[in-house]
């Protein structure tokens, strides 16, 4: 598919719907989800099928949430906080895993692009700069999406400690706060149980 007709497509929409703008994070994110589940052979997860372990909060995340159905709410969405374009699909049902991450020299920084987007970021561009920006913005988000998968990305088999399936537990009162708190999630102190915002408060022990 070309950058524009996957721009036209209904999975990508549904990306920009959630995450509200187009931006090279969200086509990465789109290209990394796609490059993963067509290594696994896998779907998009109505439950809890799939796996999905992103390195990075940036707004590919977003992509990845939409495109493989793993969510926080579901359990199946893990973040790690490396900083790193790195997205990692793990399949429950043939226990395979698949690391997709970013070539070094798959996306090189566009000077004048960056440069632009300090300035909007800060509040300080004026109302041709600002164009100016949102035109670089989209066509840098075009290229990535005109780019081969394996331009862009290594993959590589891993195996992986499967997550625990999401749990649904009875949630109690918190003996400091008093607000209700998944029991699994608490600790128990002075035959009390807390949830951990109150733990190592001052008088929580």
């Known amino acids: 598919m070309t950058a524009q007709e996957i721009l036209n497509s209904d ?3 549904k990306c920009l719907d959630f995450h509200g703008h187009l931006c090279p994070g969200l086509s990465i994110g789109y290209k990394a989800a796609i490059a993963g589940m067509e290594k696994l052979k896998a779907q998009r997860s109505e439950d809890e099928e799939l796996v999905a372990i992103v390195e990075t909060d940036a707004c590919c995340a977003d992509a990845v949430q939409v495109m493989t159905g793993c969510t926080f709410g579901k359990g199946n969405f893990i973040y790690h906080d490396h900083g790193k374009m790195v997205f990692s699909f793990i399949s429950r049902e043939s226990g395979k895993g698949i690391r997709v991450s970013m070539r070094p020299d798959a996306f090189i920084p566009d000077e004048k692009h960056m440069k632009l987007m300090q300035k909007v970021m800060a509040g300080t561009a004026d109302n041709s700069q600002k164009k100016r920006f949102y035109e670089l913005h989209r066509q840098r988000s075009l290229d990535v999406l005109n780019m081969n998968n394996d331009e862009l990305f290594e993959l590589s088999s ?3 400690e499967m997550p625990e399936q999401a749990r649904i537990d009875k949630s109690i009162p918190c003996g400091i706060c008093g607000e209700p708190t998944m029991r699994s ?6 035959n009390s149980r807390i949830c951990r915002d109150c733990h190592g408060k001052p008088g929580a022990c």
């Open 11 to 13: 999975e990508f929409k």
């Open 158 to 160: 891993v195996q992986l």
């Open 185 to 190: 999630k608490m600790i128990e102190t002075n």
